[in-house]
C-alpha cells in the first residue's frame, strides 16, 4: 500500500489526502454530530413540553384545592330545611326524568334511604347521583348498578345518606 501510495503523482497524492479528510468529516458529521444535535433538539422540545405540563398542573393542583376548599366551607344550596331525605329523592328523581325508573324507596334508619330504579338510563342515573351530592348534600353510601340488554340503560341499587 505503501509503494502504490509513494508511486503516485505529488498533484495526486494531494487530491487522495484532501478527499481522505472530506470522507472522514463526512462520516463524524453523519454519525457523531448530526445524531447528536437531532438528539438534542428533541429533548429540548420534549423539556418545553414537560415545563408546559408541570405549569398546568400545578395552576389544576391550585384550583381543586380552592374548590375543595369552597366544597368544605359551603352548604349545599339546593337543600330545603326540613325537607325529609325520602322527599328530596322523589323530588329530584321525578325532575331528573327518572320518575318512571324509581320502583322503591325505603327508608333506612333516621338519615339513610335505600333506592332501587330499573330500566334508567345510564347517562342520567349519573346527571342524578352528581345533582344529589353537589346540591343537596346527600352523599352515596353504596351503589350497585348492572347493565341491561339495551344499550344505555341500567338496573340500580343505591344506598343515599342524608344530610337533613
Known sequence: MKEWYNGLEPRERKLLI?????????????????????????????????????????????????????????KPSGQVQGQSLLGIIDRTAKSNKLSNAVKRVQPDGDSQARVWLENASFNDVIIWLEKLQRE?????????????????????????RGSV
Open 18 to 74: 484532501t478527499a481522505a479528510i472530506i470522507v472522514t468529516l463526512m462520516i463524524v458529521y453523519l454519525a457523531i454530530w448530526e445524531p447528536m444535535v437531532t438528539k438534542l433538539h428533541r429533548l429540548e422540545s420534549s423539556t418545553e413540553k414537560q415545563q408546559t405540563l408541570i405549569t398546568w398542573m400545578e395552576d389544576t393542583a391550585r384550583e381543586v384545592a380552592q374548590l375543595r376548599q369552597s366544597v368544605l366551607t359551603k
Open 136 to 160: 343537596q348534600g346527600i352523599r352515596i353510601v353504596t351503589t350497585v348498578i348492572e347493565m341491561q340488554s339495551e344499550v344505555g340503560m341500567v338496573n340500580a341499587r343505591l344506598v343515599f
